[in-house]
Structures are given as structure tokens and as C-alpha cells.
């Protein structure tokens, strides 16, 4: 495994640990989502420009789009969650209340 699959191995397990053991607020839960969408990205670009193959050159561009819409969503629920239920923790929150 050459040094930089480590990295981008090792970033999108330390977002995935994050979002697994640090599950207390739901900005923290978006920010580990967020900086494993953000390894992804960065590994699917470099792989692109590994091959040096114009087929796959959409892909990080797709990917970097859904990421931006996935943030926003999620700032969009954190702001909705904060205003209707006072907090932002995720103890807090139910399924079964609307």
C-alpha cells in the first residue's frame, strides 16, 4: 500500500470512527460525513489523474456536488432541530416525535 492510499484510508476511517463513537451533537455528526465525503474526493480525483483518462473526469465533480448538497441539507436540519428543540444533541431527538 503505497503512502497515499494510506492517507486517504486512514482520513475516511478516522470520519467513519468519529461519526460511529462521537455521535453527541449533530454538527459533529455532519462534520465527520463531511470529511469522509471530502477523502473520497480527493482519492477519486487522484486516481483520476493517475490513469490519465478523460472517461472518469466527471466523477469527482458529481461527487464534490452531491457533497455541497448533502452539507446543505444537513446545516439546513441543524438549524430546524436547534430552533424547534432548543439543542443541537442528538440524545435529544426522537423518531417518533414530528
Known sequence: MTPVHFTFTSTFMLGLTGLAFHRTHLLSALLCLEGMMLSLF?????????????????????????????????????????????????????????
Open 42 to 98: 480527493i482519492a477519486l480525483s487522484l486516481w483520476t489523474l493517475q490513469l490519465n483518462s478523460t472517461n472518469f473526469s466527471t466523477a469527482p465533480m458529481l461527487l464534490l456536488a452531491f457533497s455541497a448538497c448533502e452539507a446543505s441539507a444537513g446545516l439546513a436540519l441543524l438549524v430546524a432541530t436547534a430552533r424547534t428543540h432548543g439543542t443541537d444533541r442528538l440524545q435529544n431527538l426522537s423518531l417518533l416525535q414530528c
